[in-house]
């Protein structure tokens, strides 16, 4: 047997935190809002967010840098899109894209000309804030530096202060309006779901031709840094704004769907309670897949460990 694929599915309490925002509109930042099923707005985190994460990890876990191409190299967006001849053919662009790079290959990448697109062998949904589980607000802060001090220390000073000034306290030291600056953030806390599906079997494949470009010590290799990059990414999330909203983790709880044939891993929301047990009754229907629950981090982390050592699903081309 050989993993095919992995779907991550989890409930994860951040408090306070920010990570992911629609945007800055003069001093307010506004959150991310979306829409679900039922009409209700709740709170999100991009899948976009979570993947940009994930890519990070991956270039940050992997010591030897020459491992990715000279765009990936410098964790520039467009990778293969930089450095691709523009001469080659598709199928071996794509094969050059895909030997040359981990990034690349686990991510994905469009390139312009030739015309080809590799989709990423990682995806996620948005981080959706469970509705009764999810609290906002909207915080007042003002930047300001006080009179008489040098350049300097009014900047190390207005750093320190920035996230922590009250509105109030600002009011009173109108004289020194010109150097004061007050801005609205906002700030999450809440259970969130999140869902994720790694596709081991697509590592080193050329979706144009359908050959494996890479070897399998290779492939081994992008297998076990992706799922390294999990443990990273969900340990400590850096998202937007953590200079001064990094996540209270409180915890995190789900489970690992696996699949060791070529048939897809179930996805059921953590948005809903019966997640687990609704997974649990489609992977007993399904000979091939199989269900590991965790509660914690450590648990989670001990899970992926256990699949670094597993063989990659390979398909069977002639
Ligand atoms: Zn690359």
């Known amino acids: 047997m050989a993993i095919f694929e992995i779907g991550i ?22 959150p991310r809002t979306v829409v679900l099923a039922n009409g209700e707005k709740t709170d999100g985190i991009s899948g976009e967010m979570l993947k940009h994460i994930h890519a990070y990890n991956v270039w940050l876990l992997q010591e030897d840098k020459s491992l990715f191409c000279s765009a990936c190299q410098k964790f520039h967006p467009q990778r293969a899109d930089l450095i691709t001849d523009r001469t080659n053919k598709p199928g071996v662009a794509m094969k050059t894209a895909i030997s040359s790079c981990i990034l690349c290959d686990l991510h994905g990448f469009l390139v312009q ?36 001090r040098s350049r300097e220390e009014a900047k190390t000073e207005s750093e320190e202060q920035e996230a922590k000034t009250e509105v109030k306290e600002a009011k009173v030291e109108e004289k020194q309006v010109t150097a004061q600056m007050i801005y609205h953030r906002p700030t999450r806390s809440g259970i969130y779901a999140l869902i ?8 080193g494949l ?44 409180e915890g995190i709880e789900g489970a690992l769907v696996i699949s060791e044939k070529n048939f897809p891993v179930p996805v059921v929301s953590p ?34 460990d256990e699949l670094l050592s597993e063989e990659i699903y390979k398909l069977n081309m002639p």
Do not use: C
């Open 9 to 30: 599915l989890a409930r994860i309490t951040w408090n306070l935190h920010s990570l992911n925002n629609e945007g800055t509109v003069g001093n307010v930042t506004e």
């Open 113 to 148: 000309r030739p015309s080809i697109g590799r989709p990423s062998t990682v995806e996620f949904g948005w981080a959706l804030g469970i509705p009764d589980k999810t609290h906002r607000d909207i915080h007042i802060h003002a930047r300001h530096s006080m009179v008489g």
């Open 196 to 203: 994720s599906i790694f596709q081991p079997w697509r590592i």
């Open 206 to 249: 050329n979706e144009i031709d359908y050959q494996y470009v890479i070897e399998e010590s290779d492939r081994k290799l992008r297998f076990q840094l992706a799922l390294n990059a999990y443990k990273a990414s969900l340990i400590r999330t850096d998202g937007a704004m953590t200079s001064t909203r990094l996540p209270h983790v």
């Open 271 to 304: 948005l809903t309670e019966t997640y687990v047990t609704q997974t649990e009754e489609l992977v007993n229907r399904e000979r091939g897949l199989s269900i590991k629950k965790f509660s914690n981090q450590a648990q989670f982390n001990s899970l992926i």
